[in-house]
């Protein structure tokens, strides 16, 4: 008989996003003979009654994020989760085994916070495959970190080949998803090679690009049509890195004649971007583009190991402007190297630029394996002031812990409200107005709830007028 496993799906933030990873996860699973049962605590919370019905072999939860990644908020989101494998483990003894882009950024520090017997780090589909198919044995499971000899042995890792891997997104309740939570999610691709310093994508989703065929990413989209979903975010880290793979999907999907039944939005990196991509965007449906700016001070991007520069956002601006596309520039503040007068230049020529939003996060989050958490490193810990939270005993920095620049000194709030005051396309990760901040955001919530459809960013911004 099929060995069964049931995918738990344990995030719920609010407005709710669909667990695409561990969707992708389960119709791999399934397509190859597992019995795959669901249980998404956004519509029951009864865990034991999920435990009776389905009686599993294993079982399978995949936490997408560790904290809110947002300072000063810091949510941390792993005592909850605690107390979820801990309620499990008091009603049977099925394996359970932890993954998810959260999850894989610091499996190691995870694992042990948890006291968690299995967990997979990265590609989720094929590790977990594997890793039923030799139960008791996991040694040869690729991925797969468990307990051996007192301690945690992590096994190589290896990439999921999703080239043509084309998921129906049948298991989750995706139109509900999309009624809660205004979009539906596709990948065109995974992985990042980027080198930026604070970034945990390449950590999660790989070094390595690995591209899906246009075709079966127009397949996917066209899956959640069927289901009543039209309006998506795609989960690409920068959907125009490579260049000529962005410019093939929005091919593919004007080919198919999608661009004229879907809207989307992606996120794109400022550099690589021009007016002839940003017309096929529009050409293919997209409406909105959320770039990771960062700064608009060439030493601060520098100093994180970006590779565009401040003139590259004004040519982004062109690009959009000329296609009407809406765009966001999402900048982070306080990194290495960061003062006042960085702050003041890049706020004075975002201005200039005009983007429709411009969202300001100050702190970097440190995750460990990072280059930030290697200049933390050789800053030192003890008394360090460019460092904002708990490091732990054990420094594994498990907790929200930030960088910021210890330049920024004194009321750096009010020095932002300051700067940016009478503009509205200013959106702040901290404070009560102009929230950016999803998680548990009213506004936006509310604002889906009438029935506004679109990127988070975007939403706020139709809300305000
Ligand atoms: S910030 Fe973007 S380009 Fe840089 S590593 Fe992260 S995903 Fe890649």
Redesign the pocket.
């Known amino acids: 008989m099929a060995a069964k496993v049931l995918l738990l799906n344990v995030n719920t933030l609010s407005p709710p996003v669909a667990p695409v990873g561990l969707e992708y996860v389960g119709e791999h699973l399934r397509k190859n003979g597992i019995n795959v049962e669901i249980g998404d605590l956004n519509f029951s919370g009864d865990i034991k009654k999920t435990l009776r019905e389905n009686r599993p072999d294993f079982i399978g939860i995949s936490i997408r994020n560790t904290d809110d990644c947002s300072f000063p908020s810091s949510s941390f989101f792993l005592p909850r989760i605690r107390d979820i494998y801990r309620e499990i483990k008091s009603y049977t003894d099925t394996p359970v085994v932890f993954g998810g882009a959260g999850f894989s950024v610091m499996p190691l520090e995870v694992m042990e916070y948890l006291d968690a017997d299995y967990g997979i780090c990265g590609d989720g589909e094929g590790a977990m495959l594997k890793f039923i198919n030799s139960f008791p044995d996991p040694e040869n499971v690729e991925n797969l970190i468990y307990r051996k000899n007192g301690g945690y042995i992590i096994n190589p890792r290896k990439y999921f080949p999703v080239e043509n891997f084309s998921p129906r997104r049948n298991l989750f309740d995706n139109p509900a998803y999309f009624r809660m939570g205004g979009m539906g999610s596709v990948e065109t691709k995974r992985g ?5 310093i ?5 950590l999660c ?1 790989g070094e390595k690009i690995r591209l899906r065929s246009p075709s079966s990413a127009a397949e996917e989209f066209e899956a959640l049509m069927e289901k009543g979903v039209d309006c998506f975010h795609l989960l690409d ?2 959907f125009n ?1 490579p260049y000529g793979h962005a410019i093939d999907v929005c091919r593919e999907l004007i080919k198919k004649g999608l661009n004229r039944k879907i809207s989307w939005y992606a ?1 794109c ?1 400022p550099e690589r971007f021009d007016s002839y991509l940003a017309g096929m965007m529009k050409e293919a449906g997209c409406k909105g583009i959320n770039f ?1 700016s ?1 700064s608009a001070s060439d030493s601060v991007l520098e100093n994180l ?3 565009h520069r401040a003139e590259d956002l004004k040519n982004t601006g062109k690009a959009c402007r000329e296609a009407e596309l809406v765009f966001m520039f999402d900048m982070l503040i306080g990194g290495p190297g960061e003062n006042r007068k960085t702050v003041k230049d890049t706020i004075e020529r975002v201005k200039e630029i005009k983007p429709d939003v411009a969202g300001i996060a100050l702190g970097l989050r440190i995750y460990p394996g990072t280059p930030l958490h290697g200049i933390v490193k050789k800053e030192g810990f003890k008394e360090n002031r460019n460092i904002k939270g708990d490091v732990g005993k054990s420094r594994g920095f498990l907790k929200p812990v930030f960088y910021i620049s210890s330049e920024l000194r004194g009321d750096i709030f009010s020095f932002f409200q300051e700067i940016t005051a009478g503009d509205e396309r200013f959106m702040f990760s901290f404070g009560q107005s102009k929230n950016y901040n999803y998680n548990e955001n009213r506004v936006l919530s509310e604002e889906i709830d009438k029935g506004a459809r679109g990127a988070f960013w975007d939403i706020l911004r139709r809300s305000r007028k």
């Open positions: 990042c090679m980027g080198k930026c604070y970034c945990a994508d390449p989703r880290s920068e890195i996120y990196s990771g960062d190991g970006r590779l």
